[in-house]
């Protein structure tokens, strides 16, 4: 049997096998959608009209919203005679004021503003109705959000590419806004307005079995030959749900996309400087089983970006501070760290549903599921990679300048360019150093690498952004 035919029958079981109740979602929310079927749940969305109350008095903001939520999911299991029904309620809290969807872009700009004084608090309450076995359960999750400051330029531009008036908080991490966000302490997905960490548990009292949510890597393992290698770089056993030949292709799916969102720098010196440093590179990296791919975004953010399979994109910001060859090599030496330890395809796996991946991977996906799903993996890899894991990259990084012939104390230099640059204007939305570790640490990493002595200095931060 074909594998395009093994998965179409396997997903099909794994859907209807185990949904005797049908599952119907209170809402009009795009996103909650999109939510369900990424994690392959079928449903009907059944819209409910009940006028949400945002107003506390003696209730606290988590009685509030499992409120809204229950209501809305009662509206709607009057309109369905069984099933199950799953209403979400989701508003933002700062300072004691809520927030919920802006009634207009104004309104919208004023809470951008707002939210990148100081933290916020996002909630989402959860009802789940049970008409068969006349059960109803409520729960509340709450995440709390860092956000950057926007000018209003910035807040005008995104409000062009993004739907913002129907989002609570006026802001959808899980597209173009995850680039104001600093980082989040919780749930990500509760942000997007639907945890689902919770709602699995809350269905399963249900009696509806979504075995699918933790068999998914058996699945792929059966379809896509999810294999355990042994990486050089790691020094660990690894799994991997797909091989160097689908990795490739999920990588070069999102760069298609980022080539229809992002312009690519026009002056083909620059581009030519980056792909004959990024060769150099490239044959001394520790990865042969992919060719990598190297070029320039015209963005004047100081960021560059690995995407599975080898594809290497560089902000022209970057080149604009490097001060000469030898910190550009060290720059796209990190992100050839990050391809060969595979931190892009392990991040996808652990955040991104099991569908995204599947049509990431397709040979010939459909257009506009494609462009979602890669805008979700790269929306994904720009919220940035485990602290653990860039410091590595960092490693590898001073290593592989080094093997390339070029001077591996380029990379301090940088990094302390870097430094000087953070401490002048604030962080954009991109910026490189937005996810990565404090600079005296990642210098002292590459200190080590190189045999260098370390100073007091290069453990300055350390345990503070071991707090963060």
């Avoid at 969102?261 to 440093?277: G, M, N, S, W």
């Amino acid at each position: 049997m074909p594998n395009s035919l093994f998965l179409l029958n396997t997903q099909s079981a794994i859907r209807y096998t185990h949904y005797e109740n049908m599952i119907y979602l209170a809402s009009t929310s795009a996103a909650r959608k999109k939510l369900l079927r990424m994690c392959g749940i079928r449903f009907k969305a059944v819209p409910s009209r009940i006028r949400e109350q945002h107003k506390v008095s003696r209730a606290s903001y988590a009685a509030l919203v499992r409120r809204n939520a229950l209501l809305k999911a009662r509206a709607a299991a009057q309109k369905v005679k069984t099933g199950i029904i799953i209403g979400a309620d989701t508003v933002s809290v700062q300072d004691g004021r809520i927030f919920g969807k802006p009634k207009n872009l104004r309104q919208a700009r004023a809470m951008l503003k707002r939210f990148a004084q100081k933290p916020q608090w996002v909630y989402t309450g959860l009802a789940v109705i049970d008409k068969k076995r006349n059960k109803t359960l409520l729960a509340c999750e709450k995440t709390k959000v860092y956000m950057d400051t926007l000018t209003d330029k910035e807040i005008s531009a995104y409000f062009k590419k993004a739907s913002v008036l129907d989002k609570a908080g006026s802001f959808d991490i899980q597209g173009r806004g995850a680039l104001c966000i600093r980082r989040i302490e919780g749930c990500f997905y509760n942000v997007v307005g639907l945890p689902l960490a919770k709602l699995y548990r809350m269905l399963a009292q249900c009696g509806v079995s979504l075995f699918c949510l933790l068999c998914a890597c058996g699945i792929v393992t059966a379809l896509s030959g999810c294999t355990t290698e042994y990486n050089i770089v790691t020094g660990k056993e690894e799994t991997y749900w797909y091989s160097s030949e689908k990795e490739v292709q999920m990588g070069r799916s999102v760069a298609n996309q980022i080539e229809k969102e992002y312009k690519l720098a026009d002056d083909p010196l620059i581009q030519k400087r980056v792909q004959d440093i990024g060769k150099k590179i490239a044959a001394v990296a520790d990865r042969k089983d992919i060719d990598y791919a190297f070029k320039v975004l015209d963005d004047d953010e100081v960021n560059a970006v690995s995407l599975p399979g080898g594809f290497i994109y560089v902000f022209k910001g970057v080149l604009d501070k490097v001060r000469n060859d030898d910190e550009l090599a060290a720059v796209l030496a990190h992100e050839v760290g990050h391809v060969v330890a595979r931190h892009s395809i392990k991040k996808l796996q652990a955040m991104t549903g099991y569908s995204v991946l599947m049509i990431l991977a397709s040979q010939a996906p459909q257009g506009a599921d494609v462009a979602n799903a890669a805008e979700a993996a790269f929306v994904t890899i720009l919220l940035g990679y485990a602290r653990d894991d860039e410091l590595l990259a960092d490693q590898l990084g001073a290593r592989y300048t080094k093997a390339a012939g070029y001077n591996p104390a380029a990379m301090i230099s940088f990094l302390q360019t870097l430094e000087d640059v953070n401490r002048r204007k604030p962080l954009r939305p991109k910026s490189y150093l937005k996810t990565h570790p404090y600079v005296p640490d990642r210098i002292r990493v590459v200190k080590q690498e190189l045999g260098e002595k370390i100073d007091f200095t290069d453990y300055i931060n350390i345990e503070q952004e071991k707090k963060l």
